[in-house]
């Protein structure tokens, strides 16, 4: 079946610091790929997503490429601000029936 | 403005006791679905759906119920809820355009004792 493997955390990073959040995927087909962050007590929102290979989403300052040599689709962002500490969820949909797959989250503490 | 709600935020409640979480989204999606988010786990899926009277069960169906009359709608029932139901619960909808990305409810967390 589909799987989606995030890196552990949490991420601490200082203000102004480089992000990287890595993400691997396993999925039949041609997956569209996303990334959602979750701030605390809220529910998930979209941040960027790609649909084909080479694609590159982006959003808010983050990017991702879709990889698919690889099976990756790491999350950056040049600056980490403090507004950005957040829990961050790797995705894949694909098959007949759509089904969504999530990450199991990557928690991301930013210290001014 | 374009939303997921879902109600109640909070809810505390005894084993046993029947309780439904609300969901309604004003997007016209068609497909509708509900996540149970525990600590290690992520979100796992409960039960989706891809249009009215159309219901599947996700990954951890086990304990839950849900109904589509309507396309806005889509409830959760726990008809006997146990302690392992405690959780924090959302709902998500999007087109049946699996390009396009989930638009969650703000979540409902659920204290089974």
């Known amino acids: 079946g589909n799987s989606v493997t995030q890196m552990e955390g949490p991420v601490t990073l200082s203000e102004e610091a480089f992000l990287t959040i890595n993400c691997t995927y396993t999925a039949t087909g041609y997956p569209s790929l996303f990334w959602y962050v979750q701030y605390p007590g809220e529910g998930l929102q979209l941040l960027l997503k790609a649909t084909k290979a080479d694609d590159k989403g982006s959003n808010k300052g983050f990017e991702a490429t879709y990889r698919k040599e690889t099976t990756s689709f790491h999350l950056e962002k040049g600056s980490v601000q403090v507004s950005d500490s957040a829990v961050y969820f790797c995705?894949?949909?694909?098959?007949?029936?759509?089904?969504?797959?999530f990450g199991t989250g990557t928690k991301l503490q930013v210290i001014p | 403005e374009a939303q997921v709600t879902q109600n109640p935020r909070y809810l505390i409640t005894v084993t046993g006791k029947k309780l439904t979480v609300t969901c309604s989204q004003n997007?016209?999606?068609?497909?509708m679905s509900w996540y149970r988010q525990d600590p290690g786990l992520g979100l796992r899926q409960i039960y989706y759906?891809?249009?009215?009277?159309?219901?599947d069960k996700g990954d951890v169906p086990e304990g839950y119920k849900v109904s589509r009359k309507e396309k806005r709608n889509f409830p959760l029932i726990l008809e006997s809820p146990s302690p392992n139901q405690t959780s924090l619960y959302f709902c998500?909808?999007?087109?049946?355009?699996?390009?396009?990305?989930?638009?969650f409810g703000s979540g409902t967390r659920l204290t089974v004792v």
């Open positions: 759906s891809m249009n009215v009277e159309v219901t």
């Open positions: 997007m016209n999606h068609e497909y």
């Open positions: 998500a909808s999007r087109s049946n355009d699996r390009t396009y990305g989930y638009t």
């Open positions: 995705a894949l949909s694909s098959g007949g029936y759509q089904k969504v797959t």
